[in-house]
């Protein structure tokens, strides 16, 4: 059974906190992708990985870094945290190569709350 | 660039009743098209998809149908269970450029019994 899993289902974190978000997937697969979900507004891309050590921009990276160490594992970080990063985080991952055919379908995690006082 | 656009919900039905979700993208080069489900409390899962025009996605009694004429994938079903409540994701992927999904906003279904 293929699996994502996310380290926290809720998180309470104060305004200025350095936030770690850490996602793994036991699939073997190149590429992992941070989304956060806000109402109204559905997914919206914050970065993703297609390889160890590689990252690229997403929709809305500003605010967020990653870190890709190992194939299995992909981090997200908020440098310093405030209120309008409050929002539900999805990690996903999906296989293929570079050029990967587009039918490829994502695996997603269960999600991390996270809200920011 | 590439965009998906679903109908506002909630979308509120009796169990049994027929449901259509409409869904119409942009995108440049041919994308395949996805549906994914929110269950209450979880992540996102797959639905169905369809890679090309013509194609019809099918799963749990869900159809969906890759209209490249009038870039349409809307989804439907024909009766209900109160198991579908949901937020529903439809969402696009090109081959070229980067892997990621475009995703639509969402559409919430509540069934009633």
């Known amino acids: 059974d293929v699996k994502v899993t996310q380290s926290s289902r809720y998180l309470v974190k104060r305004t200025g906190e350095k936030v770690f978000l850490e996602c793994v997937q036991d699939?073997?697969?190149?590429?992992m992708f941070w989304y956060r979900q806000d109402p109204g507004l559905g997914l919206r891309l914050i970065y993703f990985?297609?390889?160890?050590?590689?990252?690229e921009k997403g929709d809305i990276p500003e605010g967020y870094s990653v870190s890709r160490e190992k194939k299995e594992r992909f981090s997200l970080i908020l440098e310093s945290a405030s209120t309008n990063q409050t929002s539900m985080y999805l990690c996903?991952?999906?296989?293929?190569?570079?050029?990967?055919?587009?039918?490829?379908?994502?695996?997603f995690g269960p999600g991390t709350r996270l809200t920011v006082t | 660039g590439d965009s998906v656009t679903q109908m506002e919900g909630p979308v509120t039905l009796s169990e049994e009743a027929c449901l259509t979700i409409n869904c119409t993208y942009t995108a440049t080069g041919y994308p395949s098209l996805f549906w994914y489900v929110q269950y209450p409390g979880e992540g996102l899962q797959l639905l169905l998809k369809a890679t090309k025009a013509d194609d019809k996605g099918s799963n749990k009694g869900f159809e969906a149908t890759y209209r490249k004429e009038t870039t349409s994938f809307h989804l439907e079903k024909g009766s209900v269970q109160v198991s579908d409540s949901a937020v529903y994701f439809c969402a696009l992927r090109t081959s070229a450029g980067r892997r990621a999904l475009t995703f639509g906003s969402g559409t919430r279904l509540q069934v009633q019994p």
């Open positions: 699939m073997d697969h190149e590429n």
């Open positions: 990985s297609y390889d160890v050590k590689m990252k």
């Open positions: 996903a991952s999906t296989g293929g190569l570079a050029g990967a055919r587009s039918s490829y379908e994502q695996y």
